[in-house]
C-alpha cells in the first residue's frame, strides 16, 4: 500500500466573480481528517457572508445582462465540451488527484472514487447531449402562424452538493444548469469540499464570462445565505432532511424553484421463493457501496418469515467477506466512515435500535488503524415501526414478515419514498409486488447504483425530497417553460 503525501491535495479556494482567492473565515468544529488515520489535513473554511452577497450579486449581473442565458444551444454546448475536454486533459496530466480528494473527504474506497472521477467530463457530454436534443424550443400549431413553447433558464442557481459524492454530483447538476443558461453558485460540502475544488479548476480554465461560475464554501450559513436569497431563483440539494427542511422555509418566501434528495429508509422486500445466497450477496453489496453511505441503500429487509433465519446468517457470511482497509489502498473494499460525528451519530442510532429491542450482530474485521471505522453489522429483533430513520452507514435491520401483503403494508409504512428492492425468483410476482410500493426507483433481485435503463426518471416521494432526477427532468428543473404567438383572431370570449 502507498499513501499519498498531504501536498497531492488541493487548498479550498473560492471563485467569485472571475476571481480566485482563499476563503477568509474558518469553521468552528473538527477540521477535516483523514478518515483512515484521524490526521488533521486542512481547517474547514467557510466564505464570508459579505462575498457570498458578492457572489450572488455576480450571478444575477451575469444573468440580467444575458451573457449566458442569451446564448445559443450550440454555442453554450461549444463551452460545455471545452469543460469535458478540460476534464479530460486534467485526468491525463493529475492522475489519481480527483480520486484522492474524493477518497479522503468521503472514506469511499479510491477503488471506487476513481469511477466517479472518471464520470466527470461524461457528464458535460451529458449535457451537451440534451442542449441538442433541441427541447429548448418547439414549434407547436397555432391560430394564425406557429406557436413557440420556450424552456427559458430560471436565473442563478444554487448548487448543494452531499459529501459522499461530491464531485460527481456537482459535476451532473452544474453540466446541467450551466446547459440549461444557468449562471451557477456552487457550495461543496464542509466535510468534503476538496474534489470539487478540482472539478472547479477545470472550469476555470475555460475562462467562462465572470459570474456565470462561481463556488464558495461553508456550512449552514453559507447555504442559508444562499437559498434565502430572492436573487437564486434555483436550488438544488442532496443530503439530510432536516437541511431540506431548512432550505424548503427559506425558499417558501421567495417561491424558488426547488429540486431536493433527502434520503430515506429504503424497504427491501426478500419473498420465501427468493435465492438466500443471491439475495445475500446483493444486499451486503448494497449495503457496503460507498461504506455505507449511499442514499439508496438497502435499509429495512422485510423477509419471510421462513427464511428470516437463513438469510441473517447468509448475511453475515457474506459480509465478513469484504475487506475493510484505508481508503487510499487499492485492494480496500469497505474504507472508514467520512469523519467521527458521522461516526458518533451511528452509534446513536444504534442504541436507540437496542432500546427498540434491537440486537447488534457484526460481521466483518476491522483493520487496525485509528480513523473512522465502523463494523458493517445487522440489527435483528428490533421493533419494524421503530425502524424509520436513515441510518446512512453499512447496516440494515432484518424484520420476519408473514407474507406479501405484510411485506407491502411495512414498507409502506414509511413517510420516505426514494428506492426499493424485491427479491424473488418469480419475476411477474416481485414486478407486481415493485408497483404496489410507493417508491421512486424499485429494483428487482439487485441493488446497483446505476440507473435500471439510460433514460430513467425517479421522482422522490414523501420525505425523500421535492422533485427527481434522471438527465431529462434535471435539465427540465432548471428552466421554465413559455409559450409565444399570435393570438386568435376571432374568438368570442
Known amino acids: 500500500m502507498t499513501l499519498v503525501p498531504r501536498g497531492v491535495l488541493p487548498e479550498q479556494t473560492d471563485r467569485i466573480d472571475g476571481e480566485r482567492r482563499r476563503p477568509d473565515g474558518v469553521l468552528d468544529g473538527p477540521s477535516l481528517c483523514d478518515p483512515s488515520t484521524g490526521e488533521v489535513l486542512q481547517p474547514r473554511r467557510e466564505t464570508l457572508a459579505t462575498e457570498v452577497d458578492r457572489a450572488i450579486a455576480a450571478a444575477a449581473r451575469a444573468h440580467h445582462e444575458g451573457v449566458w442565458a442569451d446564448l445559443d444551444a450550440d454555442a453554450r454546448s461549444e463551452w460545455l465540451e471545452r469543460i469535458a475536454a478540460e476534464l479530460d486533459g486534467q485526468a491525463d496530466r493529475s492522475g489519481d488527484a480527483v480520486a484522492i480528494a474524493e477518497s479522503s473527504g468521503s472514506g469511499v474506497p479510491i477503488a471506487i ?8 467530463a461524461g457528464a458535460f457530454r451529458g449535457a451537451v447531449a440534451q442542449l441538442q436534443t433541441g427541447s429548448t424550443r418547439t414549434e ?75 463556488m464558495v464554501h461553508g456550512g449552514p450559513a453559507t447555504g442559508a445565505a444562499l437559498t434565502g436569497d430572492g436573487r437564486v431563483k434555483v436550488i438544488t440539494y442532496t443530503g439530510s432532511l432536516t437541511a431540506g427542511r431548512a432550505i424548503a422555509r427559506a425558499a417558501a418566501e421567495h417561491f424558488t424553484a426547488l429540486q431536493l434528495e433527502l434520503g430515506g429508509n429504503n424497504p427491501v422486500i426478500v419473498r420465501a421463493d427468493a435465492d438466500i445466497d443471491a439475495t ?177 426518471t425517479q421522482s422522490f416521494w414523501g420525505l425523500s425530497g421535492i422533485g427527481g432526477h434522471g438527465n431529462a427532468e434535471v435539465f427540465r428543473f432548471f428552466t421554465g417553460s413559455q409559450i409565444v404567438g399570435v393570438d386568435h383572431p376571432d374568438v368570442p370570449i
Open 140 to 214: 407547436l400549431p397555432g391560430p394564425v402562424r406557429p406557436v413557440e413553447l420556450l424552456r427559458l433558464p430560471w436565473g442563478p442557481a444554487a448548487v448543494l452538493v452531499p459529501w459522499n459524492a461530491p464531485a460527481a454530483m456537482a459535476a451532473g447538476k452544474v453540466a446541467m444548469a450551466l446547459a440549461a443558461g444557468c449562471p451557477v453558485l456552487l457550495k461543496p460540502p464542509e466535510w468534503a469540499p476538496l474534489g470539487c475544488n478540482l472539478l472547479a479548476d477545470a472550469i476555470d480554465r475555460v475562462g467562462l464570462p465572470a459570474g456565470v461560475f462561481q
Open 280 to 456: 445475500a450477496a446483493a444486499l451486503a453489496s448494497g449495503m457496503l457501496k460507498l461504506s455505507g453511505q449511499w442514499c439508496e441503500a438497502p435499509g429495512k429487509v422485510l423477509v419471510a418469515r421462513s427464511r428470516h433465519d437463513e438469510l441473517v446468517d447468509a448475511l453475515r457470511d457474506h459480509l465478513g467477506r469484504w475487506r475493510i482497509g484505508h481508503h487510499l489502498d487499492d485492494a480496500t473494499q469497505v474504507g472508514p466512515l467520512s469523519h467521527e460525528m458521522h461516526r458518533t451519530r451511528l452509534d446513536a442510532q444504534m442504541a436507540d435500535l437496542e432500546a427498540a429491542g434491537g440486537t447488534q450482530l457484526p460481521a466483518g474485521e476491522l483493520p487496525d488503524l485509528p480513523g473512522w471505522f465502523w463494523v458493517p453489522r445487522l440489527v435483528v429483533g428490533a421493533d419494524a415501526a421503530a425502524c424509520v430513520d436513515e441510518l446512512f452507514g453499512p447496516v440494515v435491520t432484518l424484520h420476519p414478515v408473514d407474507d406479501d401483503d405484510a411485506a407491502v403494508a411495512a414498507a409502506n409504512d414509511t413517510p420516505f419514498g426514494l428506492a426499493g428492492y424485491v427479491f424473488s425468483a418469480d419475476l411477474d410476482a416481485a414486478q407486481a409486488l415493485g408497483r404496489r410500493i410507493r417508491f421512486g426507483e424499485v429494483k428487482i433481485n439487485g441493488t446497483s447504483v446505476i440507473d435500471l435503463t439510460p433514460t430513467s
Open 113 to 120: 472514487t476513481r469511477m466517479f472521477a472518471g464520470s466527470l
